[in-house]
């Protein structure tokens, strides 16, 4: 199984400071189509999964412009450009390259 | 408006079985794939299954293989998770997800629903 690796575990952030959350995939996340099935999600208090980002890079439907996302085959970072109180939460890298898909631990998001 | 709502959680004894559903509203259900991802308390997210938008392909987490059955009913735009052999370890938040994008079996979980918590407990 692929196994996720997020860093950090743990990241308080300045309201409208950056944050970065990397992950990192024991192997190649490019299938055998040519895309690479990276994503991520949110998390807050108490709610649903949110996706936020797909195929690396692409944002979901409503997803605001200060989330990103970039990387390449087993190296992959989420940032966001300014933090705002309602980005708080835990964050999920997940794979749907290779079955069994698999989540990263997660990473939490806090103010400082 | 985008409803997606799983139903049939509740507390069960170890070794016995439960069908959860969920039914999609408000969105194309029959050219996506559907999974179901789980959340014990105070833990992770852990995928759980996904079956492709015809029904034909079907795929388990490693814990899940041979216990859990997933399917769909594109008629009803309703997805099934039948689960037998329950453990005290299946105890967890259920969430059907609407995969994003079509053509794959995953691009991303992109529509979620409130969960169904399962208890397995004697």
């Known amino acids: 199984d692929i196994v996720m690796t997020q860093t950090p575990l743990s990241s308080p952030v300045t309201l409208g400071q950056p944050a970065s959350i990397s992950c990192r995939s024991s192997?190649?996340?490019?299938?055998?189509?040519?895309?690479?099935?990276l994503s991520w999600l949110q998390q807050r208090p108490g709610q649903p999964p949110r996706l936020l980002i797909y195929?690396?890079?692409n944002r979901f439907s409503g997803v605001p412009d200060r989330f990103s996302g970039s990387g390449a085959g087993t190296d992959f970072t989420l940032k966001i450009s300014r933090v705002e109180a309602e980005d708080v939460g835990v964050y999920y890298c997940?794979?749907?390259?290779?079955?069994?898909?698999?989540f990263g631990q997660g990473t939490k998001l806090e103010i400082k | 408006q985008v409803q997606v709502v799983e139903s049939g959680g509740g507390v069960v004894q170890p070794g016995r079985y439960l069908r959860l559903s969920c039914v999609v509203s408000?969105?194309?259900?029959?050219?996506?794939?559907v999974h179901w991802v789980r959340q014990a308390p105070g833990a992770g997210l852990e995928w759980v299954a996904v079956?492709?938008?015809?029904?034909?392909?079907?795929y388990y987490g490693d814990s899940m293989k041979g216990r859990f059955t997933i399917s769909r009913d594109n008629s009803k735009n309703t997805l099934y998770l039948q689960m037998s052999s329950l453990r005290a370890e299946d105890t967890a938040l259920y969430y059907c997800?609407?995969?994003?994008?079509?053509?794959?079996?995953?691009w991303g979980p992109g529509y979620w629903g409130q969960g169904a918590l399962v208890t397995v407990s004697s």
């Open positions: 997940m794979q749907v390259t290779q079955i069994p898909y698999t």
């Open positions: 192997q190649s996340l490019v299938h055998s189509d040519g895309n690479t099935y």
């Open positions: 195929t690396i890079s």
């Open positions: 408000g969105l194309s259900f029959s050219s996506y794939a």
């Open positions: 079956i492709s938008s015809d029904g034909t392909k079907k």
């Open positions: 997800a609407r995969d994003c994008c079509s053509g794959h079996e995953g």
